[in-house]
């Protein structure tokens, strides 16, 4: 038996498609939804991310913008520019792109960010009302990629024991939060492992739901996943592969070779999670404009 | 083999000296720590919440205030009062009793209260802050107090298997960001448990650490507990019992006299985590009050 795959590239399609109809819909009240990114210095992959954000955007029919700053542009020199977007009314999303260069403090570049206008989900006040439960805010897009990918493929997550293997602040602990509330997409017993978990291989082996976010290549393998069981993985990594030209190739957190045997339904790498960030960045702008509409309305 | 009794009356009775001697050192600056709890209307109960937070405020030396309001306050009278407290220099921290009148919306007033007053850490800025890991926000007073009684009791959170039932967002989710994170009191392997877990007593019963926070009389039993674990009992509810007064006592959720035969430390109700509650919301305040400090020295 080989696992279904869970065609991410297929299901981010959809949802550009969707957001795509929103927009149509918001310029009927004169509206284009707004995402403004920011990339500070010239890191390539970055750089690459960034323009794939403003591509997706301008296809949605969205207003697409990059600024590139220098690597030189300091922390003050940045804020000011998060303060204008934060004032620009044709600006819905605003992305500070990360890593940012090591003199600029990533969180206080956050926290300035209008949490109207943090379609990345990092502010604190996004995280807080996403731990509550609150929906008015914004959640980070990868962990709201993956319970969209769940819920379109089919996967009931009441009740089933969901194990997330990796406490970042970017997929591991929302995720979690994600997973554990009381609705749609939630309701799961959910378990967070990482490096000090004593033995993994326990939990990832009696998880229904496993979501594998820890950033080591391959490290589940198919014997520490339960048979049946539906396996993410958000991992996004190399390794060596002479028939490549480049001498490497991409691959996820999980084993797939073994582990396609052994689950019901997986994502693979790439083509998994990893469409999902971009549809669900375009997703929290078009909310976002959503917003600015509902409060004029009142 | 008897359990321990984890003492919460002792090590609140601690922290709330270490709380005084904090006071003396800021009265050196000017500064005396003001709490402002407002009560709204006159559930009995809360009355009597209120009382014991003003009472210890005063005899920790910090200026304990109470507003009482009338039950038919307004939404926007109380959030007038809010906005007049955010303002007052000699308030740091404001408490607004739960539970409110049903005519107001509880999010709203805690939205209303300045993040940097919000002493009872349920603002979405505390709470993203602690889902984070920051740690300039404020952690809501109960999981703040479990931590602290497992800290000063010897028990090393580290890889441990830590299992949570109950997941409200005044103890169970924010108690599960407190033991997940990378520091003291945290690193454990996190389970949050709910209504709707198919089956509790597995996860209870492999539970190194296990914090019940369901709010039903006596529903862990010792049968559910893993021998030599450490249970903390959230829980306040009453029970039937003929020999008292009122017919009724207070219980946990933990069925103490089986409990105790199997556990290696145990909470006891009353007297466990109870007491700790009025002894971390005396910290935040004095938190709330050195950080001014701090920003007036800038």
Chains 1, 2 share one sequence.
Not at 110 to 139: A, M, S
Not at 225 to 237: E, L, R, T
């Amino acid at each position: 038996m080989r696992a279904e795959l869970i065609d991410g590239k297929a299901i981010a399609e959809t949802i550009r498609h969707e957001v795509a109809a929103d927009v149509t819909r918001l310029a009927a009240h004169g509206i284009i939804p707004g995402l403004t990114v920011v990339l500070v210095g010239d890191d390539a992959a970055s750089a690459t991310y960034v323009g794939a954000k403003e591509k997706a955007s301008k296809a949605a029919g969205m207003q697409g913008e990059t600024l590139r700053l220098p690597a030189s542009t300091t922390q003050a020199e940045l804020l000011t520019v998060v303060e204008r977007l934060n004032v620009d009314p044709s600006v819905h999303g605003i992305l500070v792109q990360m890593p940012l260069p090591s003199h600029i403090d990533p969180d206080t570049v956050i926290r300035h960010i209008l949490p109207e206008k943090d379609v990345d989900g990092f502010h604190p006040v996004n995280v807080g009302k996403l731990l509550i439960g609150h929906t008015d805010g914004f959640v980070s897009c990868t962990p709201a990629g993956v319970i969209e990918l769940l819920v379109r493929s089919g996967v009931d997550t009441r009740g089933a024991e969901a194990v997330i293997v990796g406490r970042s602040n970017i997929v591991g602990k929302p995720m979690a939060a994600l997973l554990v509330q009381g609705r749609a997409g939630g309701d799961a017993t959910v378990t967070i492992c990482h490096s000090r978990t004593k033995d993994l291989a326990f939990h990832t082996r009696r998880a229904d739901i496993l979501i594998a976010a820890i950033g080591r290549a391959e490290m589940i393998t198919g014997d520490m996943i339960k048979p049946g069981a539906v396996v993410i993985d958000v991992g996004m990594n190399t390794k060596p592969d002479a028939t490549k030209a480049k001498g490497t190739r991409l691959c996820g957190d999980v084993h797939f070779e073994s582990a396609v045997h052994v689950a019901s339904k997986i994502t693979p790498v790439p083509g998994g999670v990893g469409p999902m960030t971009i549809a669900m960045l375009l997703r929290n702008t078009v909310r976002a404009a959503e917003r600015t509409l509902a409060v004029a309305a009142r």
